[in-house]
C-alpha cells in the first residue's frame, strides 16, 4: 500500500508565497514512481500544476505555473515539493500530489492512479 500525504496549504494574500510537500510512503521506493501536482477548482476539473518525470529527469510545468512556481525533492525523505510564488487569487484551489508507477502523459491527471488527499490554497487580493 502506498500512502501520499499532502501539507503547506493555508491562506495567504495575492503576490504571496507557499511551499507545499507531499511525503510518499508504502513498499515501494520512492525512485519507483512518477509524481507530481494537480488542482481542482470549484465546478472545474482536476488539472496538472507540475509534475517530475523521473524517466529522463524533466520537470513539466502548466503554462498558468511557468515563472511562478517550481519543483523539487528530497529523495532522502521520499518528499516533492511545489514551490509557488507571486500567488494570485485564480490559484485558490484543492491542490494534490499523485504518483504512478507507470510512466504518464506528464499533465494527464487520469494517468495518475494513487492521490493524497489534498491540501487547500487560499488567495485572496
Known amino acids: 500500500q502506498v500512502e501520499l500525504v499532502e501539507s503547506g496549504g493555508e491562506s495567504v494574500q495575492a503576490g504571496g508565497s507557499l511551499k507545499l510537500s507531499c511525503v510518499l510512503s508504502?513498499?515501494?521506493?520512492?525512485?519507483?514512481?512518477?509524481m507530481g501536482w494537480f488542482r481542482q477548482i470549484p465546478e472545474k476539473g482536476r488539472e496538472g500544476v507540475a509534475v517530475?518525470?523521473?524517466?529522463?529527469?524533466?520537470?513539466h510545468i502548466a503554462d498558468f505555473a511557468k515563472g511562478r512556481f517550481t519543483l523539487s525533492e528530497d529523495r532522502a525523505t521520499n518528499t516533492l515539493y511545489l514551490q509557488m510564488n507571486n500567488l494570485k487569487p485564480e490559484d485558490t484551489a484543492m491542490y494534490y500530489c499523485?504518483?504512478?508507477?507507470?510512466?504518464?502523459?506528464?499533465?494527464?491527471?487520469?494517468?495518475?492512479?494513487?492521490w493524497g488527499q489534498g491540501t487547500l490554497v487560499m488567495v485572496s487580493s
Open positions: 499523485a504518483a504512478t508507477p507507470f510512466a504518464p502523459s506528464p499533465l494527464r491527471s487520469s494517468d495518475y492512479d494513487l
Open positions: 508504502g513498499r515501494y521506493p520512492y525512485r519507483a514512481y512518477y
Open positions: 517530475l518525470y523521473k524517466r529522463d529527469g524533466a520537470t
